[in-house]
T-cell receptor
Framework: AQSVTQLDSQVPVFEEAPVELRCNYSSSVSVYLFWYVQYPNQGLQLLLKYLSGSTLVKGINGFEAEFNKSQTSFHLRKPSVHISDTAEYFCAVSDSVNQGAQKLVFGQGTRLTINP | NAGVTQTPKFQVLKTGQSMTLQCAQDMNHEYMSWYRQDPGMGLRLIHYSVGAGITDQGEVPNGYNVSRSTTEDFPLRLLSAAPSQTSVYFC??????????????FGNGTRLTVT
């Protein structure tokens, strides 16, 4: 079984500053990794995903994440945030070997607040 | 293009009442699922379906039933509501259960309160 730990429940950042949201996972098999974003009163939207290949993955809205297999991490980064990035961010993992790729296990979420 | 549509948006139930949360998608997706979102716990999978007529349990299935008679619809039934089922419920669908490059599409959620 997989599990995901998001190391920060809340991250306050000033506008135009860089940000990193941390995610660690646990799994006995190879995984797919995802970051989803949830804006207030909405469902989740896919930001980016790692399936295979290059460990640096670029997503929408200027976000990127790096898959580090040895540290079992998939941290999300953005070099300069905007007020509109205020949202909750979820890291998720799925089993790429034995089960469906869409049976996601989510982390607890990180609330990113951008201050002017 | 409506995507994933959930109804109702809000619902208040008394303990012991039953209700059905509706989910419909118009993208011809074979995979559909239900999650519940609770503060500090992220999203947890309740039930899922890999195609019409096929359903399976997720991480937290107790107290919930599902069926999938058509590709488009995947209702979630609460037979006897309990306060522990107070949560925000999300329906999500995908083109394929097995393909990692097929993203999940989420509805906007149903906020359920059980008193």
């Amino acid at each position: 079984a997989q599990s995901v730990t998001q190391l920060d429940s809340q991250v306050p950042v000033f506008e135009e500053a860089p940000v990193e949201l941390r995610c660690n996972y646990s799994s006995s098999v190879s995984v797919y990794l995802f970051w989803y974003v949830q804006y207030p009163n909405q469902g989740l939207q896919l930001l980016l995903k790692y399936l295979s290949g290059s460990t640096l993955v670029k997503g929408i809205n200027g976000f990127e994440a790096e898959f580090n297999k040895s540290q079992t991490s998939f941290h999300l980064r953005k070099p300069s945030v905007h007020i509109s990035d205020t949202a909750e961010y979820f890291c998720a993992v799925s089993d790429s070997v034995n089960q469906g790729a869409q049976k996601l296990v989510f982390g607890q979420g990180t609330r990113l607040t951008i201050n002017p | 293009n409506a995507g994933v549509t959930q109804t109702p948006k809000f619902q208040v139930l008394k303990t012991g009442q039953s209700m059905t949360l509706q989910c419909a998608q118009d993208m011809n997706h074979e995979y559909m699922s239900w999650y519940r979102q609770d503060p500090g716990m992220g999203l947890r999978l309740i039930h899922y379906s890999v195609g019409a007529g096929i359903t399976d349990q997720g991480e937290v299935p107790n107290g919930y039933n599902v069926s999938r008679s058509t590709t488009e619809d995947f209702p979630l039934r609460l037979l006897s509501a309990a306060p522990s089922q107070t949560s925000v419920y999300f329906c999500a669908s995908s083109y394929s259960y097995y393909r990692g490059n097929s993203p999940l599409h989420f509805g906007n959620g149903t906020r359920l309160t059980v008193t």
